[in-house]
C-alpha cells in the first residue's frame, strides 16, 4: 500500500470564469475560484445557515484545461480531483506568501460538467454535462437505457437486463 495520498474531490461553483495563462515554454494553465457551501439549520433558532468555502483550482491537464476554458462560466457547477499543493511567491509589495491551492496536473485527475444544458450555469453549447471521456449509463436518455420489454408477454428472462457490472 501507498505511504500517503493526496487527493482533493470537490463539488462546487465557480467563482469566475476561467481564466488562462500560456508559460514561455507553450505550456498553459486554467485558473478559476471555485465556491463550495455547507448548509445547516441552527438547533436552537431553526435559522437555516451556510458556509462557504473558496477553493483555488489550477488546471495544468491540457484536454481538461480545454473543457474549463471552452464550458465553465461563471455559477457553473462542476466535480473536480487533484491535489494540494502549497506554493511561495513574492507578492508586489515584496512580502512572502503561501497559497494552498487544487491542482489537476497533466496526466491525472478528473473533470465532470453537472449543469444541464439550458439550465443555466454556464454550460453553454454542450449536449448536457457529464464527465469527458467517460459514458455512464445514467447520462444515456432512459430509453436508450433498457430495451423495450418482448411484446406478447414473452419469457420473464428475455425481458431482463443483462447489463449488470458485476
Known amino acids: 500500500m501507498a505511504g500517503s495520498v493526496n487527493k482533493v474531490i470537490?463539488?462546487?461553483?465557480?467563482?469566475?470564469d476561467p481564466e488562462v495563462r500560456t508559460f514561455q515554454n507553450g505550456d498553459r494553465v486554467v485558473s478559476f475560484s471555485l465556491a463550495t457551501t455547507e448548509s445547516w439549520r441552527d438547533k436552537s433558532t431553526g435559522e437555516r445557515k451556510?458556509?462557504?468555502?473558496?477553493?483555488?483550482?489550477?488546471?495544468?491537464?491540457?484536454?481538461?484545461?480545454?473543457?474549463?476554458?471552452?464550458?465553465?462560466?461563471?455559477?457553473?457547477?462542476?466535480?473536480?480531483?487533484?491535489?494540494?499543493?502549497?506554493?511561495e511567491?513574492?507578492?508586489?509589495?515584496?512580502?512572502?506568501r503561501r497559497i494552498t491551492e487544487?491542482?489537476?496536473?497533466?496526466?491525472?485527475?478528473?473533470?465532470?460538467?453537472?449543469?444541464s444544458k439550458g439550465g443555466g450555469?454556464?454550460?453553454?453549447?454542450?449536449?448536457?454535462?457529464g464527465s469527458f471521456g467517460r459514458s455512464s449509463p445514467m447520462e444515456r436518455a432512459p430509453?436508450?437505457?433498457?430495451?423495450?420489454?418482448?411484446?406478447?408477454g414473452g419469457r420473464l428472462s428475455d425481458q431482463l437486463d443483462d447489463d449488470i457490472p458485476f
Open 102 to 115: 487544487v491542482v489537476v496536473p497533466r496526466f491525472r485527475g478528473e473533470m465532470t460538467l453537472l449543469d
Open 143 to 152: 430509453a436508450e437505457r433498457r430495451p423495450a420489454p418482448a411484446a406478447g
Open 121 to 129: 450555469g454556464g454550460a453553454g453549447d454542450y449536449e448536457g454535462g
Open 10 to 16: 470537490l463539488v462546487g461553483n465557480l467563482g469566475r
Open 50 to 87: 451556510d458556509r462557504t468555502e473558496w477553493h483555488n483550482i489550477q488546471i495544468f491537464n491540457e484536454n481538461l484545461g480545454k473543457v474549463a476554458e471552452q464550458y465553465c462560466r461563471k455559477g457553473s457547477k462542476i466535480y473536480i480531483e487533484g491535489q494540494l499543493q502549497t506554493r
Open 89 to 96: 511567491y513574492t507578492d508586489k509589495d515584496g512580502n512572502q
